[in-house]
């Protein structure tokens, strides 16, 4: 349960912690780990609980090496065993700025989870720029669009990401009321 300190301590600690990892072991990932991150996707919030968001699992090497080529990001997502696109449906839409605000909380769990459980993730965006040719490469139709791809894969043991400064809390409250 998450009521007591020390879960708290925990949670905070996980998410102070969270890098993007951009480089990965060669070990791969397992289906169930991928069940895992979809699952903590899948227990987003997104308003009236429309759960607007939908997956694709990319594994297969070729189509790795296909989307790479669509983002100068391509060589995280060629080094990645394992790469999450994650669509929004347009055909399940209620109110897309909210819908899409779900979308990245779903992103958020996914990267959280990947990081509690060991592994290393990135949240891709450039990749916007072609979200239609991804779209394409997968075959999906065209009702479903590209929001993220996220590169999983176990972090590079001899890399640390480095730590992204965060601008300090004053600058960011505006008011205190
Ligand atoms: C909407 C969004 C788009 C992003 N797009 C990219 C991207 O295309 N390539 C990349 O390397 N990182 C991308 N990132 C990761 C950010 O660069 C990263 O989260 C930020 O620099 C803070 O670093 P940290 O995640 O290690 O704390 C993206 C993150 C978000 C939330």
Known sequence: MMHDQDSSRQLARLIRSRRSVR????????????????EAARWAPSGLNNQPWR????????????????????????????????????????????DIQGIGAALQNILLMAHGLGLGAVWLGEILKNAKRVGELLELPTRYELMAVVAVGHPDPDHKPPVKERRPLAELVLKRL
């Not at 480089?23 to 979809?38: H, K, N, Q, W």
């Not at 990001?73 to 065993?81: D, L, M, S, T, V």
């Open 23 to 38: 480089r990965f072991a060669g070990r791969p990932v397992s289906d169930r780990e991928i069940e895992t991150l979809l």
């Open 55 to 98: 997956f694709v699992i990319i594994r297969d090497g070729k189509l790795r090496q296909e989307i790479a080529t669509l983002t100068k990001y391509g060589k995280i997502i060629e080094n990645a065993p394992v790469s999450i696109a994650v669509f929004l449906d347009n055909q399940s839409l209620y109110h897309r700025e909210k």
